[in-house]
């Protein structure tokens, strides 16, 4: 086992792992994150997803101890004191989601987007969700939610 330490959604966490554990196993295991989808486990597919320093990491494809000293950001820690984060609220108004099981890692590549790119085009939107697949939507609604939280999250920082 090997010795563990990292920040997950803002909380230290010490855990000892096998040298094999992925970081989606660590955070739906033992973190009980389970808002990370296990998808395709062949890094195919986005739904596993996470902010792993800031930048979108498909969580399936990452060994836990790769994540040693990092801040990992999940799904569950977008929403700030109860309030959800403008991406959220956008999939929802615009019904950028259906059966909700590629959402968890749309709405984490979409947060690394704009924490980038604050005014994406729409091609630059589509082209960032590019290794993140939904078999419901057909993307139309998933990139007007991102665009519609581009325009809250600019309108609260001017």
């Not at 990370?36 to 996470?50: I, L, N, R």
């Not at 990092?70 to 929403?79: R, S």
């Amino acid at each position: 086992m090997i010795p563990l330490k990292l920040t997950v959604n803002g909380q230290a966490v010490a855990a000892d792992v096998a040298p094999s554990t992925l970081l989606i196993d660590l955070l739906r295991g033992p973190l009980a994150l389970t808002g990370t989808h296990a998808g395709c486990d062949t890094a195919q597919c986005g739904a596993c997803t996470v902010l792993v320093n800031g930048e979108s990491v498909k969580s399936c494809s990452l060994l836990a101890v790769q994540a040693q000293g990092a801040t990992v950001t999940t799904v569950e820690g977008l929403a700030q004191d109860a309030q959800l984060h403008p991406l959220q609220q956008a999939f929802m108004d615009c019904h950028g989601l259906q059966c909700g099981f590629c959402t968890p890692g749309m709405l984490m590549t979409s947060a690394c987007l704009l924490a980038k790119n604050p005014k994406p085009t729409d091609a630059e939107v589509q082209h960032a969700l590019e290794g993140n697949l939904c078999r419901c939507t057909g993307y139309v609604k998933i990139v007007a939610a991102v665009q519609q939280a581009a325009t809250t999250m600019a309108g609260a920082t001017a």
